[in-house]
Nanobody, 116 residues
Framework: QVQLVESGGGLVQPGGSLRLSCGTS????????MGWYRQAPGNQRELVAI???????TYADSVKGRFTISRDNAQNRVNLQMNSLKPEDTAVYYC??????????WGQGTQVTVSS
């Protein structure tokens, strides 16, 4: 059974940093892409950042220059370094993985709250 498990969420003050990490289990192949989405109350789930197995990364305009995505292909692990956090970054962050056979996997989500 494939599982994605996120860690690293929490409460941070505006301007602070957090690092999210997502590990996988039940997967013996490299994912085509891995990334992070987020969903704030009353909003739709939106892309934050995604990275291919070749290392090509795409970011939402709202996080460019502040967030950095990285991955370890051998371990199918993806990380999101979040700096200069703003209150509007508050959301549940979900790990996402897409296989070469076009199967999509989701983690259970981790809460990130940016507040003073």
């Amino acid at each position: 059974q494939v599982q994605l498990v996120e860690s690293g969420g929490g409460l941070v003050q505006p301007g602070g940093s957090l690092r999210l990490s997502c590990g996988t289990s039940g997967i013996s192949f490299t994912m085509r892409s891995m990334g992070w989405y987020r969903q704030a109350p009353g909003n739709q789930r939106e892309l934050v950042a995604i990275i291919t197995s070749g290392g090509s990364a795409t970011y939402a305009d709202s996080v460019k220059g502040r967030f950095t995505i990285s991955r370890d292909n051998a371990q199918n692990r993806v990380n999101l370094q979040m700096n200069s956090l703003k209150p509007e970054d508050t959301a549940v962050y979900y790990c996402n993985a897409n296989s070469y056979s076009r199967t999509t996997y989701w983690g259970q989500g981790t809460q990130v709250t940016v507040s003073s």
